[in-house]
């Protein structure tokens, strides 16, 4: 999607880095128009790093192309964060004074609006009577939230949370073809207790079944996030169930499968766990120099979601594999949707520092008949996008 991100002059803009960065690791053409006096708080430098895209900021610079209504004209969705009481002001009058502003007003993209000021300003009776003309008309506004301003004031005025921000955006634009299900995600890593302070863990992150209960709820699905400690903030506007251990995780998922739609275990979970778990810390001096921690195998949630009765939601599970070969990560895909009649696997190469903890995946999906049903090399957000539309075409 073509996302076009107008920056305004206000200390928030630095913010919007993160904003922007998100939006083009969850896939998206992002152009960046700042205003002049955005270019006074943040460099222009950043931004097209960023954005991976040089920005635009003089009206009439290309004018052969009529680059105002060009911009306009091709973006899917207009952002403007953070939105000056300035900006905000000319857009509710018509004014098109500079380049973002012509691209607005050009475009019949929706615009989604992030105000940030001082509290004042934003509750002056102008700045007031200017935003709600823009709902008046159908802007969607990521209200200000409450907190410390600038300086040492606290109040309203402060810019909303930048991934309020990005869902907003998300859910003004994105394909709702999830809208009405209900999908219940598995993220993180397992742990395993040895003793009050060790356990048997993992390296996941939990950042892909993060951007899968994102990308769920952009989609317009119910989401519930079964987070087993996640190392990543989890997305707003989702139900989050936090669990640690593999009987944890394997409760929380087994009371919501009956109610779901689709069902994706990306969590880590660990086979085994030690059988006696000491409620006080091990000591080295009493247990020795060699020690060896009894293990038992834990449940396989993946198998146990496999039998449930029909109907029963699709279901999708993960295979952390390390083998470099298509083939065989094909095969190690087919072997394990078979034994634990899942309808999709996720193969994902973890070897050579793939995978784990990074914001990229490269995933093959394998279906029933051993099936690719596709291959993603991408960041996290698109190869769970990819995921989704595999479960989809899943659905009975
Ligand atoms: C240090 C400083 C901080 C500012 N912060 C804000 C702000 O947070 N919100 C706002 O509406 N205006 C703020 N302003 C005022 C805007 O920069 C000014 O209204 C400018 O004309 C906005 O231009 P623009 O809307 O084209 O970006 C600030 C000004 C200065 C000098």
Known sequence: MRI????????????????????????????????????RFIGAPTLEAISRNPIATDLFDGVAEVKHVALGQSADVILIAPATANTIAKLANGLSDNLLTNSVLASTA????????????????????NIAT???????????????????????GRLADPEAIVAAV??????????????VVTAGGTR?????????????????????AEAARDRGADVALIGANLEVPPPVGIELVPVSTVAELRDAVLSRAADADIVVMAAAVSDYRPVNVAHTKMKKDA???DVSIELTANPDILADLGALQHPRPVLVGFAAETEADADALAALGAGKLERKNADLIAVNRVDDGRGFG????????????????????????????AILDAALTERP
Request: a negative charge.
């Open 4 to 39: 076009v991100v107008g920056v305004c002059g206000g200390i928030a803009a630095y913010k919007v880095v993160g904003i922007i960065r998100t939006l083009v690791l969850q896939g998206h053409d992002v152009q960046v128009i700042p205003t002049d006096e955005a270019l």
């Open 110 to 129: 929706p615009l989604v609006i992030a105000p940030a000021m001082h509290t004042e300003m934003w509750q002056s009776a102008a700045t007031q009577h």
């Open 134 to 156: 823009l709902v008046d008309r159908g802007a969607h506004v990521v209200w200000p939230e409450s907190g410390q301003l600038t300086g040492s004031d606290v109040g309203v």
């Open 170 to 183: 998300a859910s003004v634009s994105g394909a709702r073809d999830l809208a009405g299900t209900t999908v």
């Open 192 to 212: 395993e207790p040895i003793d009050p302070v060790r356990f048997i863990g993992n390296r996941s992150s939990g950042r892909q079944g993060v951007a899968l």
């Open 287 to 289: 247990v020795g120099d």
């Open 358 to 385: 990074t914001s990229d995946n490269e995933v093959l999906i394998v279906g029933s008949g051993s099936r690719i049903v596709t291959t993603v090399d991408g960041s996290k957000r698109v190869v769970a996008d």
